[in-house]
């Protein structure tokens, strides 16, 4: 009896894993093509910085704060995953779910645009955390402004919006304490916002073709 129940056990669990396997989205179907090329060419740029290549982590702040925005790229499988993420108070003044406004300034409780790579963890008021390194001009303050990866109990999946934070990128507690321990530490994160112009794309732009 214990060897059937074993059976039925593992067999059960192979189907769970072929399941989540057939569900695996390529990077180009998860975020779009356009997309992926831009992070892929950020990733060219800034490739110095890249000490964790295992991950690569686009956001997409043209879409709604209810939509899965986060993605989470397995370099070595190439599939993505999505998760939510916030936006910054000032990035969404109306608190409509959209990001309107993007800023580098101390205070402005906007999100920032641009390529980051993630820092070191830490435990702060949030729980665990991981800082960012912003590489861009667009977002060179970010550690300064404590521009950090958190959990947060106002992300959370079925409402028309989420919540809003002081600029940070956070993301649903529980998987904020799956993907900070394995995203530390010179993770590439390439942020996309509602206009692709200026100073701040030319070197993606040109690279991407």
Not at 85 to 112: C, E, L, T, W, Y
Request: proline residues 3%.
């Amino acid at each position: 009896m214990q060897s059937l129940i074993r059976f039925f056990s593992l067999s059960s669990a192979a189907l769970a894993l072929a399941g989540t396997a057939a569900l695996a989205k390529t990077p180009n179907d998860a975020m779009g093509p356009e997309l992926w090329s831009e992070a892929m060419a950020a990733r060219a740029v800034h490739a110095n910085a890249v000490k964790n290549d295992r991950y690569m982590i686009v956001i997409d702040y043209r879409r709604h704060s209810s939509e899965k925005r986060f993605f989470l790229v397995d370099m070595e499988t190439m599939t993505a995953d999505g998760y939510l993420v916030s936006h910054g108070q000032g990035s969404d003044v109306d608190h409509d779910g959209v990001a309107d406004n993007f800023s580098n300034i101390s205070g402005s409780k906007m999100s920032s645009l641009g390529t980051y790579v993630t820092a070191e963890t830490y435990y702060g008021k949030h729980g665990l955390s991981l800082r960012l390194d912003g590489l861009d001009d667009a977002n060179s303050l970010a550690r300064d402004r404590a521009i950090v990866i958190h959990g947060a109990d106002y992300v959370f999946p079925g409402g028309t919006k989420i919540g809003r934070s002081w600029g940070c990128p956070a993301l649903e507690q529980a998987v904020a304490a799956d993907l900070i321990p394995r995203i530390a530490e010179g993770t590439l994160i390439y942020t996309r916002g509602p206009e692709l112009d200026g100073q701040l794309y030319a070197k993606i732009v040109d690279q991407a073709g």
